[in-house]
């Protein structure tokens, strides 16, 4: 895969160079907005045109099922870098129906920890639904992640924080 990747990369890079697309932008998001969202491949080159977004119009955050598990404070922090010291003014909580983080189940995610060799003691140490952040409900977990992000002593209380759900195939999006 790696060779196919390198060897893509390469007419890539050439066909922007000579539609001169390859000109520096701006790394400050144009619209100082912040989207936390899920991993979910469907929402790739799905979720920015569904909200009217383009390259380098915002900073998106990613991890599976756009969950803030507890005691991992990574998504706060990146909120935080984002709002704080670089003067974001909104952040966005965009969770999706058909979530895969809803689907699964601690005695599924042991078992296949097991299957790929990860220790025993490692997979009977933690609270596996808390550590791999699964969900029950795909939009109370977006009400619960704002919930959070707007409790936290590290986002200013000037910073709009909003829940929306989308659709993945359609890329209907509601306001929760």
């Not at 704080?84 to 699964?104: I, N, R």
């Not at 060799?117 to 550590?131: N, Q, T, Y």
Request: glycine share 6%; proline share 3%.
């Amino acid at each position: 895969m790696l060779e196919r990747i390198m060897e893509h990369n390469k007419k890539f890079v050439e066909e922007r160079k000579q539609k001169g697309e390859d000109k520096p932008i701006s790394a400050h998001a144009h619209a100082d907005v912040m989207v936390f969202t899920c991993m979910d491949t469907r929402l790739v080159d799905l979720l920015e045109p569904a909200m009217g977004f383009k390259r380098g119009d915002i900073k998106i955050l990613k991890n599976a099922g756009n969950m803030i598990r507890k005691d991992c404070d990574d998504v706060i922090r990146s909120m935080f870098i984002g709002t704080v010291v670089m003067g974001l003014k909104e952040v966005y909580v965009v969770g999706h129906k058909d979530c895969g983080m809803a689907k699964q189940t601690p005695e599924a995610i042991k078992e296949k920890m097991l299957a790929r060799g990860l220790s025993r003691e490692i997979v009977d140490s933690i609270d596996i639904a808390e550590w791999a952040g699964l969900i029950c409900n795909e939009e109370q977990n977006v009400r619960d992640v704002v919930a959070r992000v707007k409790a936290s002593e590290y986002i200013p209380k000037d910073v709009a924080v909003h829940g929306l759900i989308m659709d993945p195939n359609t890329g209907e999006i509601e306001v929760l």
